[in-house]
Every structure is written in C-alpha cells, then in structure tokens.
C-alpha cells in the first residue's frame, strides 16, 4: 500500500503532532497496516485510539502528511523529474522565519517518485525535529 506512509514516519508524525483523520492504523503486534474496522471502534485519529500504548498511530497517507507540514510548518514541497534522467528529486521551501534554511534540496536521483516521497517525508521530519 504505498499510498501509506510506513510506519516509523506514521509514528514520529505522531508525536509532532498529527492527528487528522486517517483510513488506516499500524497494529504493532505483527506491523502490518490495517484499515480501520470495529476492533478500534472506528478511530480515525490518533487521539481517538484506544490502545494505551504509545506505539499504535494512524497511518496517514502521503498527501495529507505533505499537507501537515504545509499548514502547520509553512513547509512545501514539489518532486520532479530531473530533465530526462528518468530519476527523481525533491525540494522543500519555506517563508517561515522560524527556518535559518528557506530551502532544501536533495538532487540525490532517486530511483522511483516513491523512493524520492518517502526521502522527502524523512527530510521534512528532520527539519521540524530540529528546528
């Protein structure tokens, strides 16, 4: 399910914070992604999950982490195709002040547009955790 962001991001995403609705969760006694059924009573968030363990969270998918750090960071970001290579890139900006770098750049090729998403998630990570 690569719509999903897995599960390590899913779970610092969590602890920075999100929690929107999602339409599926990681149950961490066998790590799989599992959609939302009546075993959670219908919990869509991680607020709304039952489970005193701090290890369950949601698993939001990529749009709506992208759109998280974009309403909550002022952080946005765009993955291309570099010109032919048939490898992918991925930049972040921002205007918030808060930030001494405006932008990111990993020009690094990646493989997949999916390979440079997830690296783009771990980027966008890092820069909140160290801001």
């Given at each position: 399910?690569?719509d999903?962001?897995?599960?390590?991001?899913?779970l610092?995403?969590?602890?920075?914070?999100?929690?929107?609705?999602?339409?599926?969760?990681?149950?961490i006694?066998?790590?799989?992604?599992?959609?939302f059924?009546?075993?959670?009573?219908?919990?869509s968030?991680n607020?709304?999950?039952?489970?005193?363990?701090?290890?369950?969270?949601?698993?939001?998918?990529?749009?709506q982490?992208?759109?998280f750090?974009?309403?909550n960071?002022?952080l946005?970001?765009?993955?291309?195709?570099?010109y032919?290579?048939?490898?992918?890139e991925?930049?972040?900006?921002?205007?918030?002040p808060?930030?001494i770098?405006?932008?990111f750049?990993?020009?690094?090729?990646?493989?997949?547009?999916?390979?440079?998403?997830?690296a783009?998630?771990i980027k966008?990570?890092?820069i909140?955790?160290?801001?």
């Open positions: 399910m690569k999903f962001t897995q599960y390590e991001q899913s610092e995403l969590k602890e920075l914070g999100f929690d929107e609705p999602c339409f599926g969760y990681y149950d006694k066998d790590n799989n992604l599992q959609l059924s009546d075993n959670l009573q219908d919990a968030c607020s709304d999950l039952k489970y005193d363990d701090f290890k369950h969270c949601t698993a939001p998918l990529y749009q982490a992208f759109r750090f974009r309403e960071h002022d946005r970001i765009w993955i291309e195709s570099n032919g290579v048939l490898k992918f991925y930049v972040i900006a921002t205007t918030n808060n930030f770098n405006k932008q750049n990993d020009f690094s090729g990646y493989n997949t547009y999916e390979e440079a998403e997830l783009c998630l966008l990570i890092e909140v955790k160290t801001k």
